[in-house]
């Protein structure tokens, strides 16, 4: 396992390990995720064990080790609870909600995320991200055998949603991909081969001002990494820095109504129908507002997998 870091220094970008709560610089030139990672995980540890003996390096920021030419792929209600609350039963679920972030919506695990003026139901979505390692041109068979030839690492993602766009306006990309709604890392922790049995026991967990909202582990996802790229792959293409936003946790500010009601409220005209929609949900005190403060944390229940903490403060659009 390598924590892997992409920093700014004196205005340019560099790659790292983090380590010992140090950074060290690798003596590598990549400008992309992809680049990096195309070199392979043999030549990416002998690039950290000499950066490891040098000296550590101080830093101005860390940005996201996704860099913007990567596919952002998601997953959709994929822990049992939260599609429970969804209104699904996920015994009986057997397909994949598959959509996509743009990735101009990609950006630092600190500063600030930005809330547009049009948007007034701004949410969270603590999710495992997969970082893909493999470029595909046609369906592929993904197990627990190959699963290291296809995913690279993993690392913190928030699929932040602005709940308004999404649902009245059935645009799940636009209502997921304005700027900023796509914080990504601190760490990209490249996993050994014998690290991956760890995919299905992660604990996710974010808080808004110290007040935990979502909080589950990965063993609680309906459908594993390997066959949703698996399934994926019949739609994509997939390249090295690519990656896969595995789903969020019950917990979100969104709340919906029961199967009952939905049907119900279902037989109203369109606008009568979403502007109760929105009545209802801006009652809800959870939706994120200006100053708010997030934290967002994944490790491994014995602690050998620490992706980092997310840091981000609520600012609205000037």
């Given at each position: 396992?390598?924590?892997?870091?992409?920093?700014?220094?004196?205005?340019?970008?560099?790659?790292?390990?983090?380590?010992?709560n140090q950074v060290f610089q690798l003596n590598v030139l990549c400008s992309t995720t992809k680049a990096l990672l195309t070199l392979g995980r043999k030549e990416i540890k002998?690039?950290?064990?000499?950066?490891?003996?040098?000296?550590?390096?101080?830093?101005?920021?860390?940005?996201?080790?996704?860099?913007?030419?990567?596919?952002?792929?998601?997953?959709?209600?994929?822990?049992?609870?939260?599609?429970?609350?969804?209104?699904?039963?996920?015994?009986?679920?057997?397909?994949?909600?598959?959509?996509?972030?743009?990735?101009?919506?990609?950006?630092?695990?600190?500063?600030?995320?930005?809330?547009?003026?049009?948007?007034?139901?701004?949410?969270?979505?603590?999710?495992?991200?997969?970082?893909?390692?493999?470029?595909?041109?046609?369906?592929?068979?993904?197990?627990?055998?190959?699963?290291?030839?296809?995913?690279?690492?993993?690392?913190?993602?928030?699929?932040?949603?602005?709940?308004?766009?999404?649902?009245?306006?059935?645009?799940?990309?636009?209502?997921?991909?304005?700027?900023?709604?796509?914080?990504?890392?601190?760490?990209?922790?490249?996993?050994?081969?014998?690290?991956?049995?760890?995919?299905?026991?992660?604990?996710?967990?974010?808080?808004?001002?110290?007040?935990?909202?979502?909080?589950?582990?990965?063993?609680?996802?309906?459908?594993?990494?390997?066959?949703?790229?698996?399934?994926?792959?019949?739609?994509?293409?997939?390249?090295?820095?690519?990656?896969?936003?595995?789903?969020?946790?019950?917990?979100c500010a969104l709340s919906l109504p029961s199967p009952l009601l939905v049907k119900l409220v279902g037989l109203l005209p369109e606008k009568r129908k979403w502007n109760l929609?929105?009545?209802?949900?801006?009652?809800?005190?959870?939706?994120?507002?200006?100053?708010?403060?997030?934290?967002?944390?994944?490790?491994?229940?014995?602690?050998?997998?620490?992706?980092?903490?997310?840091?981000?403060?609520?600012?609205?659009?000037?």
């Amino acid at each position: 396992m390598l924590n892997l870091v992409r920093f700014e220094k004196n205005a340019q970008h560099y790659w790292g390990i983090h380590h010992q709560n140090q950074v060290f610089q690798l003596n590598v030139l990549c400008s992309t995720t992809k680049a990096l990672l195309t070199l392979g995980r043999k030549e990416i540890k002998q690039l950290a064990s000499q950066a490891l003996n040098g000296h550590a390096i101080k830093t101005d920021k860390l940005l996201s080790p996704i860099t913007q030419d990567a596919k952002v792929l998601c997953q959709g209600a994929n822990y049992r609870q939260h599609m429970i609350d969804s209104g699904m039963n996920p015994n009986e679920k057997n397909f994949n909600m598959f959509f996509t972030k743009s990735s101009a919506s990609i950006t630092p695990p600190q500063g600030d995320i930005v809330k547009p003026k049009k948007v007034k139901l701004l949410d969270y979505e603590v999710e495992l991200t997969l970082v893909l390692a493999a470029s595909t041109q046609s369906e592929v068979n993904v197990n627990k055998d190959n699963l290291s030839e296809f995913i690279a690492g993993i690392c913190i993602g928030n699929d932040v949603s602005a709940r308004d766009i999404q649902i009245p306006q059935m645009q799940f990309h636009k209502g997921k991909s304005y700027r900023t709604f796509c914080p990504l890392g601190p760490y990209l922790v490249l996993l050994e081969e014998d690290e991956f049995h760890y995919l299905n026991d992660l604990n996710l967990t974010l808080s808004v001002n110290g007040e935990i909202r979502q909080q589950d582990s990965t063993r609680n996802l309906v459908f594993k990494p390997a066959e949703t790229l698996t399934e994926f792959s019949q739609v994509v293409n997939f390249e090295a820095g690519d990656v896969l936003m595995t789903g969020t946790p019950s917990g979100c500010a969104l709340s919906l109504p029961s199967p009952l009601l939905v049907k119900l409220v279902g037989l109203l005209p369109e606008k009568r129908k979403w502007n109760l929609f929105n009545k209802i949900q801006s009652k809800r005190t959870q939706y994120l507002q200006q100053g708010d403060l997030l934290e967002l944390s994944i490790k491994s229940s014995d602690g050998a997998i620490d992706l980092g903490k997310q840091n981000h403060v609520i600012r609205e659009e000037a």
